[in-house]
């Protein structure tokens, strides 16, 4: 396993740290940081602050999912399906939660509300070409390689 450090601020006392649920998690969880409960009302979206800002090593993102149970148990998922934190980035991470769900959903101080992958990406250097190289598949669409 490769390991590197990810160095975190607290932006407010009553932030927690993020933290890995077993050793083979890939996803830290992040936490609620709020002085109160907020509630998100079906087909809604609300901003929850997680009180930290991280400095993300170079060439890293931190990809935010939802997490697995309060996305199929309360129908909670990021709004934009997956946040993206740029390794320049220094401001609070918030999770843009969504409730898909017909009931309203409170989300309390110190709960879980998303979870955080850190991954390496390429940085593409983009170049305009005449054409492009050929494939089996070609421009086929979607469901163009399969029946389903």
Known sequence: MEMC???????????IMPSYGSEY????????CMDGVVTVKPGMTEFIHTGIAIELPAY??????ARSGLAC?????????VGVIDADYRGEIMVAIHNHSNNA???MPGDRV???VITPYIFGEYEEVEELSDTVRGAGGFGSTGDN
Do not use: R, S
């Open 60 to 65: 890293t993102v931190g990809l935010i999912y």
């Open 73 to 81: 148990k309360k129908g909670l998922a990021p709004a934009n399906k």
């Open 105 to 107: 959903v409170d989300i």
């Open 25 to 32: 998690a890939a996803g830290a969880d992040l936490y609620a």
């Open 5 to 15: 450090k990810v160095y975190f601020k607290k932006l407010d006392e009553k932030a």
């Open 114 to 116: 998303a979870q955080m």
